[in-house]
């Protein structure tokens, strides 16, 4: 089980000290949604240059003009690029044949998916899938709980995203992912260190029992 | 009938360059997504610093974090910003929220809508509706034809996009949209201006007959 630092809202410089803070206890960084869209593809070079030992994961969220955009964020120096769910079917063939191409990942974002698009997009099995309670989803006073997903298919890989605290980690263990991606809970811990190391012996020891 | 002219594929400084040539036959100007993702809201700044006569539409195609990213947006010169209608309705409700705020727009994409979630967002009244069809399904072989909307509600006010050409301007006209989006045709025209002009004297012309 990885775990996956996710670096959202925060400027690259912060992000690069963050991840220089916990970088011995995360396995893959996540350049968010959020640094993507206020920096563009600089965040992804910078990333990638401060951190050539880890996967980048350029959470790109494509929905369209899929060959345009996996180029640019594989070119940027980006080992595992989102796109979403809801995405047109050709839209997620071409970024599989585009990470192919580069011998890169894709990860497939559910959020919004719903059961009759899942059967559609589980064809896609080289894709990660991640489980994700959305950050608005979050926020609004959801009875919305993780670690338990609509659907499972145990032939698929899967990482889980959104909002997952010291508290919550064990129940996404019952989903036995293989990545768990982890933001607020480090980067806006008082000791983003300790709650990266926390996470890290958790993952490790879980992966040990499973 | 306003002309949108979308800018996508290229540099900043293509893309104002572009503008600078159609300036006069385009109304509304949009920072496409491929910008966004390439150069972050620089990409935004500059091209309303270049054209701040026109409304800049920020194609942010906003699935989460919807706070931040129209902040972003807005505070960059975006007088539209762009969320999905997939998206969780927590989502576009923040998206119009913030939008208000600023005395900005939304524009909600259909990419993907089916008619329950149409149903749903209609709802969203002040939200400019874009019948949208994918860059991807495009270029594939795709039998899908704009201009036959699946679902329509005439109180709603609605923009077109996607690989519009003058050939099948015509057939949109009946959908009687707001707003005309225009990418290649104008883009990749050996004439850009004159490309430009056909779409806006014909939206002009068809705007006085309706």
Redesign the interface.
């Known amino acids: 089980m990885k775990i996956q630092l996710a670096l ?2 925060l400027s690259i410089q912060n992000a690069i000290a963050l991840g220089e803070e916990v970088r011995e206890y995360v396995d893959w960084i996540e350049v968010g ?2 640094l ?8 992804v070079r910078a990333l990638k240059n401060a951190f050539p030992e880890k996967k980048i994961v350029a959470d ?2 494509t ?4 060959n ?2 996996f180029e ?2 594989f070119k940027a120096g980006a080992d595992v690029a989102t796109v ?1 769910g ?3 079917s ?2 997620i063939a ?1 970024c599989l044949e585009v990470a192919a191409t580069y011998n890169k990942e894709v990860m497939i974002d559910l ?2 998916v719903n059961e009759q698009q899942f059967k559609e997009i589980s064809t896609f099995t080289k894709a990660i899938f991640c489980q994700h309670l ?4 979050q926020e ?1 006073a ?1 009875e919305i709980s993780l670690g338990n997903p609509l659907y499972k298919n145990e032939e698929l890989t899967y990482a889980v995203a959104g909002g997952i605290s010291a508290d919550s980690f064990s129940t996404i263990l019952v989903m036995k992912p293989e990545v768990v991606i982890i933001g607020s809970a480090i980067t806006q811990s008082a000791n983003p260190k300790s709650a990266a190391k926390f996470f890290y012996d958790m993952a490790r020891k879980k992966g040990d029992e499973a």
Chains 1, 2 share one sequence.
Request: negative net charge; charged residues 25%.
């Open positions: 959202d809202r949604t959020s993507i869209k206020e920096y563009g593809m600089e965040s790109m969220k929905i369209d003009n899929s345009y955009e640019l964020c979403m809801v995405a047109p050709i839209t071409n959020l919004q959305s950050k608005d989803l609004s959801s």
